[in-house]
């Protein structure tokens, strides 16, 4: 059974409150970093009614490693950067 685009949003966002909440703090954003790229991977989060979800995670990945030199959070939001290419919103890619 699928869960509901609705479903989805409402988690995305509960993913991106606990990835604000903890900025900067590694023990929570690379696991949380490394979960996104499964779940965009295995296509859970591939409605387009997503995007607008996904854009924000994709700003908080940027903010959290923006200037970073940890190689495993490079790492971790490269994994999520490059499966967000296969959506088609332009704003996204």
């Known amino acids: 059974m699928k869960a509901q685009p609705s479903l989805k949003s409402a988690f ?3 993913l991106g409150m ?3 909440r903890n900025l900067n703090n590694d023990r929570i954003t690379i ?3 490394k979960t996104i790229e499964i779940l965009l991977q295995s296509d859970y989060l591939s ?3 997503l995007a607008d979800s996904l854009k924000v995670i994709h700003g908080l990945c940027v903010k959290e490693c923006n ?3 940890v190689i495993v959070k490079l ?3 490269i994994g ?3 499966n967000m290419l296969s959506f088609k ?3 996204l890619n």
Do not use: R, T, Y
């Open 12 to 14: 995305l966002k509960k």
């Open 18 to 20: 606990i990835f604000e």
């Open 67 to 69: 200037k970073s030199k």
């Open 80 to 82: 999520v950067f490059a």
């Open 47 to 49: 409605e387009p009614a």
């Open 89 to 91: 919103d332009q704003e």
């Open 75 to 77: 790492m971790a939001s």
């Open 31 to 33: 696991p949380l970093m």
